[in-house]
Protein backbone atom coordinates (compact mmCIF):
# COMPACT_ATOMS: atom_id res chain seq x y z
CA UNK A 1 0.00 0.00 0.00
CA UNK A 2 2.59 2.48 0.43
CA UNK A 3 4.72 2.14 -2.53
CA UNK A 4 0.88 2.39 -4.01
CA UNK A 5 0.81 5.83 -2.01
CA UNK A 6 3.73 6.95 -2.83
CA UNK A 7 3.09 6.37 -6.90
CA UNK A 8 0.09 8.41 -6.66
CA UNK A 9 1.41 10.90 -4.97
CA UNK A 10 4.34 11.30 -7.31
CA UNK A 11 1.53 11.56 -10.37
CA UNK A 12 -0.15 14.01 -8.55
CA UNK A 13 2.39 16.05 -8.35
CA UNK A 14 4.40 15.48 -11.67
CA UNK A 15 0.65 15.94 -13.73
CA UNK A 16 0.91 19.55 -11.41
CA UNK A 17 3.99 20.73 -13.78
CA UNK A 18 2.57 22.36 -17.09
CA UNK A 19 3.51 20.01 -20.03
CA UNK A 20 5.20 21.36 -23.16
CA UNK A 21 2.91 22.78 -26.11
CA UNK A 22 0.71 19.20 -27.76
CA UNK A 23 2.79 17.23 -25.22
CA UNK A 24 1.02 13.83 -26.03
CA UNK A 25 -0.89 11.86 -22.98
CA UNK A 26 -2.44 8.34 -23.11
CA UNK A 27 -2.11 7.09 -26.75
CA UNK A 28 -5.29 6.55 -28.54
CA UNK A 29 -7.63 6.61 -26.07
CA UNK A 30 -10.68 6.87 -27.86
CA UNK A 31 -10.30 3.11 -28.80
CA UNK A 32 -9.55 1.76 -25.26
CA UNK A 33 -12.57 -1.41 -24.54
CA UNK A 34 -13.90 0.27 -21.26
CA UNK A 35 -13.70 3.97 -22.55
CA UNK A 36 -15.11 3.76 -25.26
CA UNK A 37 -18.20 2.39 -24.06
CA UNK A 38 -18.46 5.76 -22.18
CA UNK A 39 -17.62 7.71 -25.71
CA UNK A 40 -20.39 5.69 -27.78
CA UNK A 41 -22.94 5.89 -24.46
CA UNK A 42 -22.22 9.80 -24.72
CA UNK A 43 -22.83 10.31 -28.33
CA UNK A 44 -25.98 8.41 -27.75
CA UNK A 45 -27.53 10.56 -25.13
CA UNK A 46 -29.93 12.69 -26.95
CA UNK A 47 -29.81 15.37 -24.18
CA UNK A 48 -26.01 16.03 -24.20
CA UNK A 49 -23.31 17.33 -25.82
CA UNK A 50 -20.54 16.31 -23.95
CA UNK A 51 -19.01 13.85 -27.31
CA UNK A 52 -21.60 14.96 -30.13
CA UNK A 53 -23.69 17.91 -30.62
CA UNK A 54 -27.31 17.48 -29.22
CA UNK A 55 -29.54 15.67 -31.69
CA UNK A 56 -31.74 18.30 -32.07
CA UNK A 57 -28.74 20.76 -32.98
CA UNK A 58 -27.53 17.91 -35.75
CA UNK A 59 -30.72 18.08 -36.85
CA UNK A 60 -30.74 21.73 -37.67
CA UNK A 61 -27.26 21.81 -38.72
CA UNK A 62 -28.02 18.63 -41.63
CA UNK A 63 -31.06 20.60 -42.70
CA UNK A 64 -29.29 23.85 -42.63
CA UNK A 65 -26.35 22.48 -45.10
CA UNK A 66 -29.08 20.88 -47.18
CA UNK A 67 -31.01 24.08 -47.32
CA UNK A 68 -28.07 26.30 -48.92
CA UNK A 69 -27.08 23.45 -51.20
CA UNK A 70 -23.64 23.11 -49.36
CA UNK A 71 -24.49 19.89 -49.14
CA UNK A 72 -26.79 17.89 -52.07
CA UNK A 73 -28.54 14.72 -52.81
CA UNK A 74 -26.21 12.47 -55.20
CA UNK A 75 -22.91 14.06 -53.29
CA UNK A 76 -20.68 12.01 -52.25
CA UNK A 77 -19.54 12.76 -48.89
CA UNK A 78 -16.66 11.82 -46.51
CA UNK A 79 -17.73 12.00 -42.87
CA UNK A 80 -14.52 12.22 -40.78
CA UNK A 81 -14.30 11.41 -37.42
CA UNK A 82 -18.01 10.06 -37.85
CA UNK A 83 -18.35 8.36 -34.67
CA UNK A 84 -21.69 6.30 -34.28
CA UNK A 85 -22.98 7.95 -37.93
CA UNK A 86 -25.22 11.00 -36.27
CA UNK A 87 -24.34 12.88 -39.48
CA UNK A 88 -23.65 9.85 -41.78
CA UNK A 89 -27.22 8.38 -40.96
CA UNK A 90 -28.90 11.59 -41.62
CA UNK A 91 -27.30 12.57 -44.71
CA UNK A 92 -27.48 9.21 -45.89
CA UNK A 93 -31.74 9.54 -45.25
CA UNK A 94 -31.52 11.95 -47.45
CA UNK A 95 -29.97 10.67 -50.99
CA UNK A 96 -26.34 11.37 -50.37
CA UNK A 97 -23.68 8.87 -50.50
CA UNK A 98 -21.60 8.56 -47.34
CA UNK A 99 -18.19 7.00 -46.33
CA UNK A 100 -18.06 8.00 -42.70
CA UNK A 101 -14.14 6.83 -41.02
CA UNK A 102 -13.92 6.61 -37.42
CA UNK A 103 -10.83 4.97 -35.09
CA UNK A 104 -12.93 3.55 -32.54
CA UNK A 105 -14.08 0.18 -33.36
CA UNK A 106 -17.09 0.10 -31.02
CA UNK A 107 -18.38 3.16 -32.79
CA UNK A 108 -17.96 2.04 -35.79
CA UNK A 109 -19.81 -1.46 -35.17
CA UNK A 110 -22.43 0.52 -33.77
CA UNK A 111 -22.89 2.76 -37.09
CA UNK A 112 -22.62 -0.61 -39.19
CA UNK A 113 -25.55 -2.00 -37.19
CA UNK A 114 -27.87 0.87 -37.11
CA UNK A 115 -27.13 1.65 -41.41
CA UNK A 116 -27.94 -2.05 -41.63
CA UNK A 117 -31.25 -1.98 -39.26
CA UNK A 118 -32.39 1.25 -41.34
CA UNK A 119 -31.72 -0.12 -44.60
CA UNK A 120 -29.14 3.09 -45.39
CA UNK A 121 -26.05 2.41 -47.62
CA UNK A 122 -22.99 4.10 -45.84
CA UNK A 123 -19.51 2.76 -46.01
CA UNK A 124 -17.90 2.51 -42.67
CA UNK A 125 -14.75 2.16 -41.89
CA UNK A 126 -12.19 1.63 -38.63
CA UNK A 127 -9.45 3.37 -39.25
CA UNK A 128 -7.47 6.38 -38.21
CA UNK A 129 -7.99 9.20 -40.90
CA UNK A 130 -4.48 10.51 -40.85
CA UNK A 131 -3.95 7.22 -42.38
CA UNK A 132 -6.31 7.25 -45.65
CA UNK A 133 -4.84 7.94 -48.86
CA UNK A 134 -8.02 8.98 -51.23
CA UNK A 135 -7.40 11.11 -54.54
CA UNK A 136 -10.29 13.44 -56.08
CA UNK A 137 -13.11 10.54 -54.85
CA UNK A 138 -15.65 13.44 -52.73
CA UNK A 139 -17.63 16.47 -53.75
CA UNK A 140 -17.35 17.04 -49.66
CA UNK A 141 -15.77 16.56 -46.62
CA UNK A 142 -17.22 16.92 -42.92
CA UNK A 143 -14.94 17.38 -39.80
CA UNK A 144 -17.36 18.83 -37.47
CA UNK A 145 -17.83 19.50 -33.43
CA UNK A 146 -13.97 21.53 -33.73
CA UNK A 147 -11.61 18.50 -34.32
CA UNK A 148 -9.89 20.05 -36.17
CA UNK A 149 -8.94 22.40 -33.06
CA UNK A 150 -7.17 19.00 -31.49
CA UNK A 151 -4.27 18.72 -33.32
CA UNK A 152 -1.05 21.14 -33.50
CA UNK A 153 -0.33 22.84 -36.10
CA UNK A 154 2.05 20.22 -38.27
CA UNK A 155 -0.38 17.43 -38.10
CA UNK A 156 -3.42 19.76 -39.02
CA UNK A 157 -1.45 20.82 -42.19
CA UNK A 158 -0.81 17.20 -43.13
CA UNK A 159 -4.66 16.19 -42.15
CA UNK A 160 -5.65 19.44 -44.35
CA UNK A 161 -3.58 18.33 -47.21
CA UNK A 162 -4.57 14.90 -47.19
CA UNK A 163 -8.51 16.82 -47.44
CA UNK A 164 -7.76 18.59 -50.03
CA UNK A 165 -6.66 15.44 -52.22
CA UNK A 166 -9.75 13.59 -51.00
CA UNK A 167 -11.95 16.04 -52.87
CA UNK A 168 -12.72 16.69 -56.10
CA UNK A 169 -12.15 19.87 -58.17
CA UNK A 170 -14.03 22.13 -56.71
CA UNK A 171 -15.20 20.15 -53.65
CA UNK A 172 -16.30 21.58 -50.43
CA UNK A 173 -14.69 21.26 -46.97
CA UNK A 174 -17.19 21.73 -43.89
CA UNK A 175 -15.88 22.04 -40.86
CA UNK A 176 -16.05 24.24 -37.75
CA UNK A 177 -13.39 25.57 -35.35
CA UNK A 178 -13.84 26.92 -31.74
CA UNK A 179 -12.88 30.73 -30.26
CA UNK A 180 -11.14 31.86 -27.85
CA UNK A 181 -14.46 33.19 -26.40
CA UNK A 182 -15.78 29.85 -25.88
CA UNK A 183 -12.83 28.84 -24.00
CA UNK A 184 -12.40 31.42 -21.40
CA UNK A 185 -16.74 31.04 -20.75
CA UNK A 186 -15.54 26.96 -19.85
CA UNK A 187 -12.89 28.20 -17.98
CA UNK A 188 -9.64 26.10 -16.36
CA UNK A 189 -10.88 22.99 -14.44
CA UNK A 190 -8.85 22.18 -11.78
CA UNK A 191 -10.81 19.55 -9.14
CA UNK A 192 -9.93 15.50 -8.33
CA UNK A 193 -12.98 13.08 -6.98
CA UNK A 194 -13.07 9.27 -6.38
CA UNK A 195 -15.52 6.93 -8.29
CA UNK A 196 -16.04 3.50 -7.50
CA UNK A 197 -16.98 2.88 -11.49
CA UNK A 198 -17.46 5.73 -13.75
CA UNK A 199 -16.07 6.88 -17.10
CA UNK A 200 -12.05 5.97 -17.18
CA UNK A 201 -12.25 3.21 -15.19
CA UNK A 202 -14.47 0.31 -14.39
CA UNK A 203 -13.09 0.26 -11.29
CA UNK A 204 -12.78 2.25 -8.19
CA UNK A 205 -10.46 4.90 -9.03
CA UNK A 206 -9.28 8.95 -8.45
CA UNK A 207 -9.04 11.14 -11.10
CA UNK A 208 -7.51 14.45 -10.99
CA UNK A 209 -8.79 16.74 -13.84
CA UNK A 210 -6.51 20.07 -14.45
CA UNK A 211 -6.49 23.25 -17.14
CA UNK A 212 -3.55 24.15 -18.73
CA UNK A 213 -3.58 27.47 -21.19
CA UNK A 214 -1.43 28.61 -23.43
CA UNK A 215 -2.97 32.01 -24.23
CA UNK A 216 0.13 33.00 -26.61
CA UNK A 217 -0.77 30.23 -29.04
CA UNK A 218 -4.48 30.19 -28.47
CA UNK A 219 -4.25 26.68 -26.95
CA UNK A 220 -5.66 25.02 -24.11
CA UNK A 221 -5.28 21.65 -22.33
CA UNK A 222 -7.80 19.54 -20.48
CA UNK A 223 -5.95 17.14 -18.28
CA UNK A 224 -7.54 14.03 -17.05
CA UNK A 225 -4.83 11.98 -14.42
CA UNK A 226 -6.68 8.87 -13.11
CA UNK A 227 -4.97 6.61 -10.58
CA UNK A 228 -6.21 2.84 -9.82
CA UNK A 229 -5.61 1.90 -6.06
CA UNK A 230 -2.73 -0.72 -7.30
CA UNK A 231 -0.85 2.46 -7.41
CA UNK A 232 -1.00 3.10 -11.37
CA UNK A 233 -1.97 6.22 -13.44
CA UNK A 234 -2.49 7.47 -16.41
CA UNK A 235 -2.75 10.44 -18.14
CA UNK A 236 -4.85 12.00 -20.63
CA UNK A 237 -4.35 15.17 -22.62
CA UNK A 238 -7.10 16.75 -24.71
CA UNK A 239 -6.02 19.66 -26.49
CA UNK A 240 -7.62 22.62 -28.34
CA UNK A 241 -6.10 25.32 -30.85
CA UNK A 242 -8.67 27.93 -30.83
CA UNK A 243 -9.07 30.18 -33.94
CA UNK A 244 -10.51 33.55 -35.08
CA UNK A 245 -11.89 34.03 -39.03
CA UNK A 246 -8.57 35.58 -39.84
CA UNK A 247 -6.95 33.05 -38.41
CA UNK A 248 -8.62 29.98 -39.57
CA UNK A 249 -8.81 32.10 -43.29
CA UNK A 250 -5.14 31.96 -43.39
CA UNK A 251 -5.02 28.49 -42.64
CA UNK A 252 -7.34 27.44 -45.41
CA UNK A 253 -5.63 29.24 -47.78
CA UNK A 254 -2.21 27.86 -47.20
CA UNK A 255 -3.88 24.70 -47.15
CA UNK A 256 -5.21 25.39 -50.73
CA UNK A 257 -8.75 26.17 -50.24
CA UNK A 258 -10.91 29.51 -50.57
CA UNK A 259 -13.57 30.57 -48.14
CA UNK A 260 -17.21 29.98 -49.43
CA UNK A 261 -19.40 30.13 -46.49
CA UNK A 262 -18.73 31.47 -42.40
CA UNK A 263 -21.52 31.32 -39.89
CA UNK A 264 -20.97 31.16 -36.21
CA UNK A 265 -22.99 27.75 -36.40
CA UNK A 266 -23.70 24.91 -38.87
CA UNK A 267 -27.47 25.63 -38.14
CA UNK A 268 -27.00 29.03 -40.48
CA UNK A 269 -26.71 31.88 -37.53
CA UNK A 270 -24.94 34.67 -39.53
CA UNK A 271 -21.44 35.44 -38.54
CA UNK A 272 -20.97 37.92 -35.89
CA UNK A 273 -17.65 38.38 -34.47
CA UNK A 274 -17.01 36.96 -30.90
CA UNK A 275 -18.76 34.24 -30.67
CA UNK A 276 -18.35 30.85 -29.25
CA UNK A 277 -17.90 28.85 -32.65
CA UNK A 278 -17.04 29.74 -36.24
CA UNK A 279 -18.54 27.66 -39.02
CA UNK A 280 -16.85 27.54 -42.78
CA UNK A 281 -17.27 25.91 -45.88
CA UNK A 282 -13.93 26.31 -47.58
CA UNK A 283 -13.76 25.19 -51.56
CA UNK A 284 -10.73 23.40 -52.79
CA UNK A 285 -8.97 25.93 -55.48
CA UNK A 286 -8.25 24.85 -59.19
CA UNK A 287 -4.44 23.42 -59.60
Known amino acids: MTGSFINILSAVFSSSIKPGLFEPGEPRFWDDPHISKGMLEAHLNRNSDAASRKIKIIDREVRHLLTVRVLKPGDRVLDLGC???????????????????????????????????????????????????????????????????????????????????????????????????????????????????????????????????????????????????????????????????????QVAVKAGFGIAHVWNDFTGKPYVEGGDWIAVVAKKKPD
Open 83 to 249: GPGLYATRLSENGIKVTGIDISERSIDYAIRYAKECGLDIDYRCMDFFDMSITNEFDAVLLIYGELCTFADSRRDVLLAKILRALKPGGLFVFDVSTRQLRMKEGLRNRWYVSNSGFWRPGRHMVLEQGFDYPEHDVWLDQYVVMTEDGKAAVYRNWFHDYSLASIR
